[in-house]
């Protein structure tokens, strides 16, 4: 069946970086976008971008934009989002999602498989 | 950013119960508008995409309406498995943006 099994969860120190694996299974990996959404704790969701892992293009949310990025390893399946200069906001459940649009066409920016999730914890 | 509002954010019902929740868009969207499901702990699950198609495997009493800037999902009976936050999605441009969420729990 179609899966996505993150990595486990991290503790970070602020100003530090984290890297958060995507590990895809049941399809084939580079047909599909993988989008990464966060949620702080009690709160909502927030999309921070997408990786294309065919041709391994992104697009980032402006408000990540320097601090994250998005990378695949097509040899193994996997999808990586790396966040940088970690702050205690950034504490949050962060998720892989794939886009249901095949890698060749126009993302549809919809989530229609997600991982169970990765915790990062920023703490001093 | 297109922002993205829902009423309620909370509500009780009990099973069987029509339940309704409504999501506005800050400016026309068309029907890029998607819902999921999410429970306590859990990823999100996608329910309703482009406004009104059943996502594959999801149970119809979900149903999903509106165009432009106003939507509704509706869930026809609701069942002890519902009880959950719901968010809507708009997908129309980015950044994409959720709703805050509906709670919806057990009167």
């Known amino acids: 069946q179609v899966q996505l099994v993150q990595s486990g969860a991290e503790v970070k120190k602020p100003g530090a970086s984290v890297k958060v694996s995507c590990k895809a299974s049941?399809?084939?990996?580079?047909?599909?976008?993988m989008h990464w959404v966060r949620q702080a704790p009690g709160q909502g969701l927030e999309w921070m971008g997408w990786?294309?892992?065919?041709?391994?293009?992104?697009n980032y949310a402006q408000k990540f934009q320097g601090r994250v990025t998005m990378t695949r390893d097509t040899s193994i399946s996997t999808a990586y989002m790396e966040l940088s200069r970690l702050r205690s906001d950034d504490t949050a459940v962060y998720y892989c999602?794939?886009?249901?649009?095949?890698?060749?066409?126009?993302?549809?920016?919809?989530?229609?498989?997600w991982g169970k999730g990765t915790t990062v914890t920023v703490s001093s | 950013d297109i922002q993205m509002t829902q009423s309620p954010s909370s509500l009780s019902a009990s099973v069987g119960d029509r339940v309704t929740i409504t999501c506005r868009a800050s400016?026309?969207?068309?029907?890029?508008l998607n819902w999921y499901q999410q429970k306590p702990g859990k990823a999100p699950k996608l329910l309703i995409y482009a406004a009104s198609s059943l996502q594959s495997g999801v149970p119809s009493r979900f149903s999903g309406s509106g165009s432009g800037t106003d939507f509704t999902l509706t869930i026809s009976s609701l069942q002890p498995e519902d009880f959950a936050t719901y968010y809507c999605q708009q997908s129309y441009s980015t950044p994409v943006t959720f709703g805050p969420g509906t709670k919806v729990d057990i009167k």
């Open positions: 400016q026309s969207i068309s029907s890029y």
């Open positions: 990786i294309n892992p065919n041709s391994g293009g992104t």
């Open positions: 049941g399809y084939t990996f580079t047909g599909y976008y």
């Open positions: 999602a794939r886009d249901p649009a095949a890698a060749g066409a126009r993302a549809a920016y919809y989530m229609d498989v």
